[in-house]
């Protein structure tokens, strides 16, 4: 059994082993950056002229918006893009080299220690991610309260995040993986949460139980609104514990059998 100071050193071995992961990964580093810009430059230039109206909800109220078409594009194209990027690393990060890692818990390396050091390095991935998001987006739009906005980028992604690593662990089929984490995030941020595309399901309940709804709602009461939506920012808490919880479900269970403390 690892002693506390042993399990500290362990963890930041495993957080230091995992940045050079992806510093190898030369061509995803590149994709990190490449694909946010690259995707809100063509919505800035494809994206037509007009207004739309989006209802942000609160907990006693329902606030209604009439934004720019091009707004909207850009944030739900941004929401959609930090979702699947997310997803996509977190895949990387708890499917690949997992065998060699299952193999290190055999031996006595605490499955704890290594969803905790995993998942850090992941929450610093997350955070870059949204920074560079909304350092383009604020290129391109006045936005209002943008460190609650940041907040709400960290929560989606972390969301997403915690669904691709389950997604990556139980499929341990890389391209199953990605078209599961692609469906999710096109249907789900990038279409049905968006009225540019699908203005009816704002009137419907489902999307409401989709992981997107109420970071997005956070997002856009916080740069639009100007107001913190606690409501949306206490459901986002919920869900993003909710599928953290389910992967550190799924890494114990991949693990079971092979840990003995």
Known sequence: M????????????????????????????????????????VVEGTTGQGSLPVKLYFFHSIVPLLLPAKEISLVFMAAAVSGFLTAYYAVLLFQQDFSYYRYCVSLGMPPRVFALSRFAFFFTLVAGLA???????ACMLPLQQVPAAFVG???LGTVY??????????????????????????????WL??????SSAQQGGFIRWLPAFYPCQFIFSALFAGRI??????MSFLYTLVFLILLFAVVRHRLKGVYHD
């Open 153 to 155: 980028f960290l929560l």
């Open 229 to 234: 939506n606690a409501w949306a920012l206490l």
């Open 2 to 41: 690892l002693k506390t100071t042993d399990r500290r050193g362990v963890f930041w071995m495993l957080y230091r082993l995992t940045s050079l992961e992806l510093l190898r990964n030369r061509f995803g580093l590149i994709l990190l950056i490449i694909i946010p810009v690259l995707f809100l430059a």
């Open 131 to 137: 920074l560079l998001v909304l350092g383009v987006l």
């Open 161 to 190: 995040g915690a669904y691709g690593g389950a997604v990556g662990l139980l499929s341990r089929d890389h391209m199953v993986a990605i078209l599961l984490i692609a469906l999710l995030a096109n249907l789900d941020a990038g």
């Open 193 to 198: 949460q968006n009225p540019v595309f699908y």
